[in-house]
């Protein structure tokens, strides 16, 4: 087993053994047999190119699309500091650290009087993370407003992705899963409508049917191509299943929530659950969107 002598020394900050609870919008999660907040990109590129061949690198954002197993992570998880959260400007274009927030640049677009982030207003994740799933709602996503953004792999190799190389889907994107996200260039477009207006528009309606301020990470499962997972959710009588602490939330039944004491593997369980509910109602897969990462 690989021990913190044999990573190299960093400027940042280096521990073993590191809980991701706290982190986690689950509330509940394994830990991190290592992490690493990286000081600056240097600092990172100088880690990933010096640590020994097969260690596992894993970035995080804000933990709101993740889910960890208790058996935890083993290799390195790599979480973003103040370096990565700087925002620059270039007329209609922001330059973003990754571990900015979507909202924090959502705001940023609408004192700019510039269109097309309103709906990050209600992702709770950093861009990095958006970027990686393709984020989106309400007939958006974040790879509408790329223009390019910048990775470094596992080697500390820096790499750039123009949009066009990211293939972006539903929740998809081509970039590599080896690929660390480390800044992105988005663009906005001058609007006529009023900005605030469509913003609080969209949070109504996130607050109607969300469960907002629950221990939660979104969306469970994908819709599939023509359903809506929540509808077949519903139908398949999953709304309010619970394991444990864990439960089909009772507001919107795309959504587990913990309400106290949920494990890791109550919400997988949970979630396995519902799977199988709905293949046995409608023949319908669900496929997760949430990542699952970590040993049982
Ligand atoms: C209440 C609530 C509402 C939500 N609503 C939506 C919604 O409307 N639409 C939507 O799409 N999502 C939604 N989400 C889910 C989530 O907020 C988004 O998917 C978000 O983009 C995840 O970002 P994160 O920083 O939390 O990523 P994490 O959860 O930390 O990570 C998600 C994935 O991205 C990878 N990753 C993280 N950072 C990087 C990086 N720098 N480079 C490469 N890979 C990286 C991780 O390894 C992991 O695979 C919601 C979540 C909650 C709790």
Redesign the pocket.
């Known amino acids: 087993m690989i021990s913190l002598k044999e990573l190299p020394e960093v400027k940042g900050k280096l521990h073993e053994n590191v809980s991701l609870s706290k982190r986690s ?1 689950f509330g509940s999660a394994g830990s991190a047999r290592f992490l690493f907040e990286p000081l600056n990109m240097d600092d990172l590129v100088f880690f990933l190119r010096n640590i020994p061949q097969g260690l596992n690198v ?9 889910l960890v197993r208790s058996g935890g992570i083993d290799g390195v998880v ?1 979480v ?1 500091g103040e370096w ?1 959260k700087k925002i620059y400007e270039n007329d209609e274009i922001f330059e973003v650290g ?2 900015v ?2 909202t924090k640049l959502s705001t940023l677009a609408m004192d700019r009087e510039l269109g097309g982030f309103e ?1 990050m207003m ?17 007939g958006s ?2 790879c509408d407003l790329l223009v390019e953004c910048e ?1 470094v792999t596992s080697e500390g190799e820096i790499k750039w992705f123009k949009k066009k190389d990211l293939n972006a889907g539903y ?1 998809h994107t081509d ?1 590599p ?1 080896d ?4 800044r992105a260039w988005l663009k906005g477009t001058p609007v006529k409508y009023s900005i605030p207006k469509k913003v609080n528009e969209l949070m109504a309606q ?1 607050r109607d049917s ?3 301020g ?1 221990m ?4 469970v499962f994908k819709n599939p191509e023509g359903f809506k997972a929540w509808q077949l959710i519903e139908e398949a009588g999953c709304r309010g299943l619970k394991i444990g602490d864990a439960q089909v939330s009772e507001k919107h039944c795309n ?1 587990i929530v913990n309400n106290g004491e949920a494990t890791p593997e109550d919400i997988e369980n949970l979630g396995e659950l519902v799977i199988q509910k709905v293949l046995d109602s409608c023949g319908v897969r669900l496929e997760w ?3 699952r ?1 970590g040993t049982k």
């Open positions: 919008f894993i970035p995080l954002g804000a933990m709101s699309n993740v790599i973003f990565f990754c571990a927030p979507c709906f209600g992702i709770p994740g950093t861009i990095g993370g958006a970027l990686k799933m393709n984020a989106g709602c309400f996503s974040i990775g929740r970039i899963n690929c660390i996200i480390t996130r969300q469960p907002l629950a939660t990470c979104g969306s959504f969107e949430i990542v990462l």
